[in-house]
């Protein structure tokens, strides 16, 4: 069974990646891409979060790509290079010494570069057979039924309501910081608070904890 998963800032409890996996996959730092360690190095680690689990893999990569389509809307930055609902399981392991070996000097498909079906005419017979290739496999989600759960997890995930035991500052210390944000720079308040100048500079603009009133 997989799971769908968001990773934060550890510093400033932001959102900043969104992945499907299975077993310890959300806690490692592992195949990642450089952007992703960046922002880690930057902010002293990650927190993870899950937004779903037990689902079968077709349902995550679903869930996945609906949830980087909601953060992307609200604004937020994500280190997904790219919309998601792709790659495979069966391919998280790197290659062997012996298999890398085996692919040196391949020239499999080299014979058929730059051949496109440009002025090739194709048999009925041909084209029956590709159109029922493209249609694919229903999917084995048809028609089944979410729970109440799995409907408000999902639901959270695209309006991004806070997680508000995750937050790095009280409601007070908000309200606090707004006070102090007219004769007291980002700096200052960030160590007094000990968060990072990011999370100061977002509440200033209104970007972070805009339910606190």
């Not at 969104?18 to 992703?36: A, D, H, L, Q």
């Not at 058929?112 to 194709?122: L, R, S, V």
């Not at 308040?189 to 904890?209: F, N, P, Q």
Request: proline share 2%; charged share 30%; aromatic share 8%.
């Amino acid at each position: 069974m997989f799971y769908v998963y968001q990773h934060l800032t550890r510093d400033t409890n932001v959102i900043f990646y969104v992945g499907k996996g299975k077993g310890n996959r959300c806690n490692t730092s592992k195949g990642r891409n450089r952007v992703w360690h960046r922002i880690v190095n930057k902010h002293g680690g990650f927190t993870v979060q899950k937004v779903i689990e037990n689902i079968d893999e077709e349902f995550a990569f679903l869930v996945e790509m609906e949830t980087i389509d909601a953060h992307k809307k609200r604004g937020l930055f994500l280190s997904n290079m790219t919309d998601g609902g792709e790659g495979t399981s069966g391919f998280s392991h790197p290659h062997t010494e012996e298999h890398k070996e085996s692919l040196k000097g391949n020239k499999y498909g080299a014979s058929t570069w730059g051949i496109t079906f440009k002025g090739k005419i194709h048999s009925e017979e041909q084209k029956a057979k590709w159109s029922h290739m493209r249609k694919g496999t229903p999917s084995p989600r048809k028609g089944v039924k979410l729970t109440d759960e799995t409907k408000e997890k999902i639901r959270i995930a695209r309006t991004g309501k806070p997680v508000l035991s995750r937050r790095a500052l009280t409601n007070e210390q908000v309200l606090e910081i707004r006070q102090k944000l007219g004769y007291r720079n980002i700096a200052m308040l960030a160590r007094e608070y000990k968060v990072g100048e990011s999370t100061i500079r977002r509440i200033r603009d209104g970007e972070r904890y805009g339910d606190v009133l």
